[in-house]
């Protein structure tokens, strides 16, 4: 059963933690967000950029390992994080969709999914568009 994403978190930067080590610069954040910290989306994509741990793995869950250990570097719009092996089967224009989606608000991401709604209408229904003489 997964558990969840904040338990996900906390997980995933324990191991990132054991295998890299704490940054002395944020040890007191790494050591509150291991056990009761607030630990939500803004701040699992900041350390993930920061640390270049690839978009998306503190929200991976332990028992999804990746393809390969390679991790591919993509530019988005306006960065150009790592990319975990876990979306590496994504464009550029998917990622940063994806990106967008993650880091933004609910108001944001009901705006995008009605958008998309609306372009997916569009496209099962076209307008016939006639030249008049």
Do not use: C, H
Not at 1 to 21: A, F, S
Not at 34 to 39: A, C, E, P, R
Not at 86 to 114: P, Q
Request: a neutral charge; aromatic letters at 8%; glycine letters at 4%.
């Amino acid at each position: 059963m997964p558990m969840d994403i904040i338990e996900t978190r906390r997980e995933r930067l324990r191991q990132w933690v054991k295998k890299n080590g704490t940054p002395q610069k944020e040890k007191s954040l790494f050591s509150q967000l291991k056990s009761t910290g607030s630990f939500g989306e803004k701040v699992a994509r900041r350390l993930e950029l920061k640390y270049a741990m690839g978009v998306g793995y503190l929200d991976t869950y332990i028992d999804v390992e990746p393809a390969s250990a390679t991790v591919e570097t993509v530019v988005t719009k306006d960065t150009s994080p790592s990319r975990a092996p876990y979306y590496s089967w994504l464009n550029e224009d998917e990622m940063y969709l994806v990106t967008l989606y993650r880091t933004t608000t609910d108001r944001g991401r009901n705006a995008i999914l009605k958008e998309a709604e609306l372009v997916e209408k569009e496209i099962q229904s076209p307008t016939l568009v006639r030249n008049d003489p």
